[in-house]
T-cell receptor, first 112, second 111 residues
Framework: NAGVTQTPKFQVLKTGQSMTLQCAQD?????MYWYRQDPGMGLRLIYYSASEGTTDKGEVPNGYNVSRLNKREFSLRLESAAPSQTSVYFC???????????FGDGTRLSIL | GQQVMQIPQYQHVQEGEDFTTYCNSS?????IQWYKQRPGGHPVFLIQLVKSGEVKKQKRLTFQFGEAKKNSSLHITATQTTDVGTYFCVRSSGNTGKLIFGQGTTLQVKP
């Protein structure tokens, strides 16, 4: 039982490159989330999907797009990476909104 | 969204000492969740408090939700090195399921 799986675990990009971060959960959860965590800070919500077929902006959506591909998968895309997007990205899922969230191991992304 | 404020930001204790972190909100909370993140790890759900004045215990950890549902605390009795990490209190934003994380309290335990 893998829980929430994120790929890749590490990535280095050049400014202006694009990239998609992948996330999949095997817990049959309805809701999925993308967060970023900067050094010494809490997590900030980028986008979330309360259920399959819906996506909504979180606190810091600028520069990102998401796709809820199916119930299991929720991807995060950076169309034109900027150094300010250097961060650790966490995907999470929950049975329904407001319920405890299960997090993946994170993707450590550096943009030069 | 309105953040929850956590204090202290950092705490260093000697192994065996107690530790408490506090979480405060300017508005009434429907519930509060607590997560722990080990260094280099991901947040792990600890507990959710829903009722006014609720107290829950997990071994050496005691969680409280204030009577007015505007504050919460986590107390660890007799800390161990395995308690090292950052503890986040987290509020939910309405019915959207969005979680608003506090800044966290980072606990260091000296053996």
């Amino acid at each position: 039982n893998a829980g929430v799986t994120q790929t890749p675990k590490f990535q280095v990009l050049k400014t202006g490159q694009s990239m998609t971060l992948q996330c999949a959960q095997d817990m049959n959860h309805n809701s999925m989330y993308w967060y970023r965590q900067d050094p010494g800070m809490g997590l900030r919500l980028i986008y979330y999907s309360a259920s399959e077929g819906t996506t909504d902006k979180g606190e810091v959506p600028n520069g990102y797009n998401v796709s809820r591909l199916n119930k299991r998968e929720f991807s995060l895309r950076l169309e034109s990476a900027a150094p300010s997007q250097t961060s650790v990205y966490f995907c999470a899922s929950s049975q329904i909104s407001n319920q405890p969230q299960h997090f993946g191991d994170g993707t450590r992304l550096s943009i030069l | 969204g309105q953040q929850v404020m956590q204090i202290p930001q950092y705490q260093h204790v000697q192994e065996g000492e107690d530790f408490t972190t506090y979480c405060n909100s300017s508005t009434t909370l429907s519930n509060i969740q607590w997560y722990k993140q080990r260094p280099g790890g991901h947040p792990v759900f600890l507990i959710q408090l829903v009722k006014s004045g609720e107290v829950k215990k997990q071994k050496r950890l005691t969680f409280q939700f204030g009577e007015a549902k505007k504050n919460s605390s986590l107390h660890i009795t007799a800390t161990q090195t395995t308690d090292v990490g950052t503890y986040f209190c987290v509020r939910s934003s309405g019915n959207t399921g969005k979680l608003i994380f506090g800044q966290g309290t980072t606990l260091q335990v000296k053996p």
